[in-house]
């Protein structure tokens, strides 16, 4: 019984020494997705911004008149859509 005791106890060990490096890495985990959280709120407020100046350009052009596509794509030196 000396031996099984002993085997279970270094295993316990292992066990507890394993579980303290997944604590570690954890804790790096937690500090990394707060970090992409923090990127993707910035992304966000980004994009609610580019919609603000989107919707106040539409209201401003309201009252001008759209111009086929072709000729637009002339007048702005746009290169030809590829058909997919």
Known sequence: MGFQTLSIEKQAAE???V??????????????????KK?????????EST????????????????LPEEEAT???SLPEEEEL
């Open 15 to 17: 066990v507890w020494r």
């Open 19 to 36: 579980l303290g490096a997944v604590k570690t890495e954890f804790g790096k985990f937690g500090d990394a997705l707060s970090k992409v």
């Open 39 to 47: 990127q993707i709120d910035t992304a966000s407020k980004s994009i």
């Open 51 to 66: 919609e603000t100046r989107t919707r106040a350009m539409e209201r401003r052009l309201r009252a001008v008149e759209k």
């Open 74 to 76: 002339e007048v702005l």
